[in-house]
């Protein structure tokens, strides 16, 4: 039987990967862990425990007694905020994951661990970027990112742990709010249109960034957790896709329902962080070994957080 271990499991993306996992399996065979212990109200679908990843008996006492049979590590220091405070971002983003492959070589541990479109930088292709090029990144949520899928492939190569990852886009969802990342716009500027007020966005208008819906990114992060290990075929991490678009655009499609929102542009520092990375991604690797197939575009997103989104506002106050 399965047993799962969710790391980070408060997240933007830890909570609806984690409700995901339950549908899959169940309350019982899934934890989630999170450092903030206020967290708890977020899982009375499943068990959930205080867990700090920086301390290391803590976790390995915990995998040791759980006997997990699965991995998911999402806490991380994401874009914006890890320019704030680089050592501690690099810190808890590289010893946390060595903690968790290291359990994995022991234990037996299949383990998923996200990477990021900040992997790449200033020299990478801008334009349908490939699976395999330049990665020069100018963050340390980047840097880490990018060490972290070397270790990934290292302890593949070496121990012959199944570690799986992705390279998500801007991820985009409206069931909790966003953690400090560059693309965290396309989220709070949902918030705002419904909410009548005018919406002021730190990056210009013409910015494209790579997107993508969360139910696309649960999707493929359980597909291919899912996957035959002998069709993951990557190791390091698999270039991921869904859709591009620029505030401006976004705005427009937030039109068609709210047609009096207003959008102003202060881009700020996480300007120059946007404008390292690519405008669009070929994903086409993973759409070749295990099947890989988005489906929302911009407009359905938007129909679909426009009409969930006011339901779930009360939760933001």
Not at 183 to 197: Q, R, S
Request: aromatic fraction near 12%; proline fraction near 5%; include cysteine.
């Amino acid at each position: 039987m399965e047993k799962i271990l969710v790391i980070g499991a408060a997240g933007q993306l830890g909570s609806e990967l984690t409700q995901a996992l339950v549908d899959r399996y169940s309350g019982e065979q899934v934890m989630a862990t999170d450092i903030n212990a206020a967290a708890n109200s977020k899982f009375d679908f499943c068990r959930f425990q205080v867990l700090d990843v920086m301390d290391k008996k803590a976790l390995t006492d915990l995998v040791a007694k759980e006997k997990f049979t699965q991995i998911y590590h999402l806490a991380a220091i994401l874009s914006a905020t890890g320019e704030k405070n680089p050592h501690f971002a690099w810190a808890l983003n590289m010893e946390s994951l060595l903690t968790v492959l290291e359990l994995a070589k022991i234990h037996g541990i299949k383990v998923y661990w996200p990477s990021s479109i900040a992997v790449f930088g200033p020299n990478t292709p801008m334009q349908n970027t490939p699976q395999h090029c330049v990665m020069d990144p100018n963050t340390v949520y980047g840097i880490s990112k990018q060490a972290g899928e070397r270790w990934c492939e290292y302890y593949f190569q070496k121990y012959g742990v199944d570690v799986r990852s992705l390279r998500y886009p801007g991820l985009i969802g409206y069931k909790s709010l966003p953690g400090g990342g560059t693309t965290d716009y396309a989220v709070d500027i949902y918030h705002k249109a419904i909410a009548g007020e005018a919406f002021e966005c730190f990056l210009s208008e013409k910015t494209y960034l790579p997107m993508m819906y969360m139910p696309d990114a649960i999707k493929a992060t359980l597909d291919l957790m899912h996957a035959p290990k002998e069709q993951v075929k990557i190791r390091s991490s698999y270039n991921l896709s869904g859709m591009s678009f620029s505030p401006k655009e976004i705005h427009e499609s937030i039109l068609r329902k709210y047609p009096d929102f207003k959008i102003s542009y202060q881009p700020d520092f996480r300007q120059a962080i946007a404008d390292s990375w690519p405008d669009s991604i070929d994903d086409s690797a993973a759409r070749a070994d295990w099947g890989w197939a988005h489906q929302y575009d911009l407009d359905a997103m938007t129909d679909d957080i426009l009409a969930n989104l006011p339901a779930y506002m009360k939760h933001f106050v």
